[in-house]
T-cell receptor, first 113, second 114 residues
């Protein structure tokens, strides 16, 4: 069983549409991070959310951390072809043996021009 | 500042062989983690090294091992390769232990086992 479940797994939309990706868990995390991975490359950090209820905006991307720090969402407004990629959420636990990262199952987004 | 460098980018091996992958972290980063990425399982944590010591380990068989050198460079070894080991292996480095610390990933080594 996955610690973090993302939905949807695949998403194909037209340019200009809005979308939301969800990352859900039954566990509480110290923080939650979102990464985007493009083909042939490693994941790149988009944002870290730390406080329950926190909302962060990165241009057309809006990230929200759930009040209980168990879930998160990523909303993209007016999607563009450049947004195409694999979106990964990662729950972070800070423990005495260092940070532990648990990655979600991923959402593969395709934005059609 | 140079990013995380992984070599080689591609590898083709046959079943039963062994393989060594290399990772050079960002300068100053002491934590290096390894992940296996497959379409069916997503990103699975292998192990993490900090100051030459394995600090955390994922749920992989003993055929998967690693080490870290004094300059923080890390290697991962897989012995007695199986078809199911075909995957993208990602290395990531991190600067410190805090809830805000990100993982900086390399572009991975694509391993194909035939």
């Amino acid at each position: 069983t996955q610690l973090l479940e993302q939905s949807p797994q695949f998403l194909s939309i037209q340019e200009g549409e809005n979308l939301t990706v969800y990352c859900n868990s039954s566990s509480v995390f110290s923080s939650l991070q979102w990464y985007r991975q493009e083909p042939g490359e490693g994941p790149v950090l988009l944002v870290t959310v730390v406080t329950g209820g926190e909302v962060k905006k990165l241009k057309r991307l809006t990230f929200q951390f759930g009040d209980a720090r168990k879930d998160s969402s990523l909303h993209i407004t007016a999607a563009q072809p450049g947004d195409t990629g694999l979106y990964l959420c990662a729950g972070v636990w800070v423990v005495d043996t260092g940070n532990q990262f648990y990655f979600g199952t991923g959402t593969s987004l395709t934005v059609i021009p | 500042k140079a990013g995380v460098t992984q070599t080689p980018r591609y590898l083709i091996k046959t079943r039963g062989q062994q393989v060594t992958l290399s990772c050079s972290p960002i300068s100053g980063h002491r934590s290096v983690s390894w992940y296996q990425q497959t379409p069916g399982q997503g990103l699975q944590f292998l192990f993490e090294y900090f100051s030459e010591t394995q600090r955390n380990k994922g749920n992989f068989p003993g055929r998967f091992s690693g080490r870290q050198f004094s300059n923080s460079r890390s290697e991962m070894n897989v012995s007695t390769l199986e078809l199911g080991d075909s995957a993208l292996y990602l290395c990531a480095s991190s600067p410190r232990d805090s809830k805000n610390s990100p993982l900086h990933f390399g572009n991975g080594t694509r391993l194909t086992v035939t």
